[in-house]
C-alpha cells in the first residue's frame, strides 16, 4: 500500500485548510438548537394516551438525558413492551450479536429482541399493540441495519393493523449521497433496498420512501407518522450526542464508516479491538503505513476481531474524516483499491461478506480487473442520479444541493 497514494487522498482540498480556519467553516453548521423528534413530546404524546405502545428503540432513545422508555412511562403512556434492534437495548452488544429477550431492569418492561430468535415482529409479538413509536439514532449508511430493524416493523405493522410513529433524528451523514446503488439480487439485512451506501435521509425521510416505494412484502402500506427535527438541514454537520453502537464510538468513525465498512468484507482489520475502532486500516504483512497497531479481544466490543493478537501495520485514517469527508464527501474506493493491491493473497481478499455489503458483485470485479476509483464511481452515476431524484420526494428538511 503506497504512502503517497494515501497521502495524496488525505491532502487533496485540504492543504489551505488550517485547523483555525476549519473549526470558523463549520461552527456555524453544527447547531445547539436541534429538537430531536422525542423532545417534541407536545407533538406526539397526545396520539399515545389511551393506547398501547410498543416503544422501539435503543441507548440512543433519549429525551434530553433521560430515556424515551422512562420519559414515557412517567407521562402516563402505557408501553406494554420494547423491541429492541443489533446492540440491545442498552447498547452493549457488539456488532453481529445475538440479543436475548429480557426485562428492563429498571421499569420491568418486557424487551422483545429483534436481533436473535426473529428480525421480524410476530404476529403474536404484534397482539394488542395500538402503536409502534420508533425512535434510534442511526448513521446514514445502508448497512447499518438499524434501517432494515425499521423495514421488518413497518412490514409487520402493516400486516397486523398496527401504527407506526417515528421520532426523527438527524443523520450525522445527511450532507452527501454516495456510492452503488444496491442490486436487489443481493437484498440482506445489511441493505434491504434499493439506495446507496450513503443514501443522505433521515430515518423518518426514509420511512416515508419504503411506504412511498411500496418496498413492503406485497406492496402493502403501512400507517405511518414522522415528527420531523425542528431546526435541521441537510447541510448541517450534527455531532451525535450519543455513540450509536459500541465501535462507532467517535465521530471521525461515524464520518469513515461508509467507506470503511465494506472492509468486514475483507481479512483486514478496521480497529475493531483496538481503541479507534473505524479509524484505523491494517494487516499484519503490510509493509507500508504510519502506525501499528494490535487488535485485542475486549468483551461485548470486539470478539476474536480480524487480525486479533497479530501487529498490523498501516494508517491512522482520523484527519481523513475530520477534514476531507466534511468536505468532498465521497465512498473512498481508493483505499480499497490500495489495500488490494497490496494484499500478499489476491484471491483471498474479497469474502462472499462483500458483496452483500456492496450491494452488488460489480464493485469488487472492477476492483479485480483493474479500474480506477474515477472509473468506478463513474459506473454508478447513472443509478445514483435516479436515486437522488426519488430521494427528494420524501425529503422533510432542506437539502444540501
Known sequence: MKKHVFLVVLCVGVLVCRSQEYSIVFEDIYPKDIEVGAERTNAYVPLLQGKKIALCANHTSTVGKMHLLDTLL?????????????????????????VDNSVDAKTKTPIVSLYGN?????SEQMQ???????????????????ISTLHYIMESAAENGVKV????????????????VLDTAYRSFVGMHPVPIAHGMTVGEYAKMINGEGWLAGGKWCELAVVSVFGYAHFFRYQ???????NLSSMEAVYLYPSLCLFEGTPMSIGRGTDKPFRVLGYPNFTEGNITFTPKNIPGIASNPPCVGKQCKGFDLSDMASIILKNNN?????????????????????????????????????IIAGKTAEEIQQSWQNDLNAFKKIRKKYLLYPDFE
Do not use: M
Request: glycine share 8%; net charge neutral; proline share 10%.
Open 240 to 246: 451525535l450526542p450519543i455513540p450509536p453502537s459500541p
Open 165 to 180: 410513529l417515528v421520532l426523527d433524528r438527524p443523520n450525522p451523514n445527511g450532507f452527501w449521497v454516495d456510492g452503488p
Open 118 to 122: 426473529n428480525k421480524k415482529p410476530t
Open 74 to 98: 412517567s407521562l402516563g403512556i402505557d408501553v406494554v413492551k420494547v423491541f429492541t434492534p443489533e446492540h440491545g437495548f442498552r447498547g452493549h452488544s457488539e456488532a453481529g450479536e445475538k
Open 128 to 146: 394488542g399493540i395500538d402503536i409502534v413509536v420508533f425512535d434510534i439514532q442511526d448513521v446514514g449508511a445502508r448497512f447499518y441495519t438499524y
Open 330 to 366: 465521497f465512498v473512498n474506493i481508493n483505499l480499497i483499491i490500495e489495500a488490494y493491491k497490496e494484499f500478499p493473497k489476491k484471491d483471498k481478499f474479497f469474502t462472499p461478506f462483500f458483496d452483500k455489503l456492496a450491494g452488488t458483485k460489480t464493485l469488487r470485479e472492477q
